[in-house]
């Protein structure tokens, strides 16, 4: 089975902080993507990554940043948190374009 | 960009009654897939939907892909509470030689006992 890691179940950071939310995928998946889950909106796509260094951006990419170094790891980056950016963040990993995707378990992340 | 409509955002059943979730597009989709994320969980893949008129069935659930490929449709006959969360459509459509996952709003089924 697929197993798709996220680096913290739940984190509280400061507005103005850098934070970093880290993704593990261990099935060699070229198609890495996060998303954000609010009440309402469904899930939005932030950026996608098809490939080491290859980036996509998404729906709402703004405050937003990812790295991709190594093809196993997707990390979403926001620069300087700001309170508009509490939300549950999924990040998702497929093999190829027509496959399923698989999730991690989220993080949700709230923004003081 | 690629964007799926999917309603109602909300069901409420009683238990035993049937429940339909819609999809639909304003461009062709190549393909469909569906998800389910249980309360306090993550989405979960169920099917994916890649021909037209596709019709597929999963024990009481129906899944539909129209003849237009531009709306889906997942049926569940006689609910049970174990069905409550909230069922996602997602687009696959291929980007090149990429494709990124757009998802649907969303239809969050509640179930009373």
């Known amino acids: 089975d697929v197993k798709v890691t996220q680096s913290s179940r739940y984190l509280v950071k400061r507005t103005g902080e850098k934070v970093f939310l880290e993704c593990v995928q261990d099935?060699?998946?070229?198609?890495m993507f996060w998303y954000r889950q609010d009440p309402g909106l469904g899930l939005r796509l932030i950026y996608f990554?098809?490939?080491?260094?290859?980036?996509e951006k998404g729906d709402i990419p703004e405050g937003y940043s990812v790295s991709r170094e190594k093809k196993e790891r997707f990390s979403l980056i926001l620069e300087s948190a700001s309170t508009n950016q509490t939300s549950m963040y999924l990040c998702a990993s497929s093999s190829l374009w027509r496959e399923r995707g698989d999730f991690g378990p989220g993080t949700r992340l709230t923004v003081l | 960009g690629q964007q799926v409509m999917q309603i109602p955002q909300y069901q409420h059943v009683q238990e035993g009654e049937d429940f339909t979730t819609y999809c639909n597009s304003s461009?062709?989709?190549?393909?469909i897939q569906w998800y389910k994320q249980r309360p306090g969980g993550h989405p979960v893949f169920l099917i994916q939907l890649v021909k037209s008129g596709e019709v597929k069935k999963q024990k009481r659930l129906t899944f539909q892909f129209g003849e237009a490929k531009k709306n889906s449709s997942l049926h569940i006959t006689a609910t049970q509470t174990t069905d409550v969360g909230t069922y996602f459509c997602a687009d696959r459509t291929p980007s090149g030689n990429t494709g990124k996952l757009i998802f649907g709003q969303g239809t969050t089924l509640q179930v009373k006992p």
């Open positions: 099935m060699d998946h070229e198609n």
């Open positions: 990554s098809y490939d080491v260094k290859m980036k």
């Open positions: 461009t062709t989709l190549s393909n």
